[in-house]
């Protein structure tokens, strides 16, 4: 099995890459299991906080290293939250409050408004100073409900609402999931180039 080091202090992007990746003979290890800490997201795009990520774990360890820069952006709001999604409510958010925060502010906008799309943007560095990182994006579509239904997934899933189906994101199962959503799309993407490259 091949190790693959996550830049994540994110524990359910942890367990849905693992999840994702185990069948093909990955085996994800969370950065902290090398007392790798997070480092300040100063990009201002999905990219560059990926390879910011990826950078200062492959730095930290000597290891390669995959990142996740992940973020919901919603059409009402002009793309926010966007990269802040993870601290829309504020230093030390947690889901719950990021979520109670969309809904205020998106209290009183119909449904045929409430369109939103969720991003991943996956890197891979062979090493700290890869000139080339493999760069990997995925995109899902979908719509911000007015409450809260289901209780898989983590984030924003929960509201993340997929009208084909009538179910929210968190009321899929894992593999409904990976197979529509934008980290399972990137990660597609992601391991057709480690196809292409012989990792």
């Not at 200062?56 to 390669?64: C, I, K, R, S, V």
């Not at 995959?66 to 889901?95: C, H, M, Q, W």
Request: aromatic content about 8%; proline content about 6%.
């Amino acid at each position: 099995m091949k190790e693959l080091l996550l830049a994540s202090g994110n524990q359910g992007k942890v367990n849905e890459l693992q999840e994702m990746l185990a069948p093909l003979g990955f085996n994800v290890v969370p950065q902290k299991q090398y007392n790798v800490g997070d480092v300040p997201e100063t990009g201002t795009t999905f990219v560059e906080n990926a390879i910011i990520k990826a950078r200062h774990a492959a730095e930290m360890t000597g290891l390669p290293c995959i990142a996740d820069d992940s973020g919901l952006e919603v059409a009402a709001l002009n793309g926010k939250p966007g990269i802040y999604s993870a601290r829309f409510a504020g230093p030390g958010a947690t889901d719950g409050t990021n979520i109670d925060k969309l809904l205020s502010k998106l209290d009183g906008v119909p449904m045929e408004q409430r369109q939103a799309r969720f991003v991943t943007v996956l890197v891979f560095m062979r090493h700290a100073n890869d000139p080339c990182p493999v760069i990997c994006e995925g995109y899902w579509d979908g719509v911000i409900t007015t409450e809260r239904h289901g209780d898989n997934g983590f984030g924003y899933d929960p509201v993340f609402f997929q009208p084909d189906l009538n179910k929210t994101a968190a009321q899929l199962s894992p593999d409904e999931k990976h197979a529509r959503s934008h980290r399972g799309q990137a990660l597609r993407a992601l391991l057709e180039k480690f196809k292409q490259l012989g990792i």
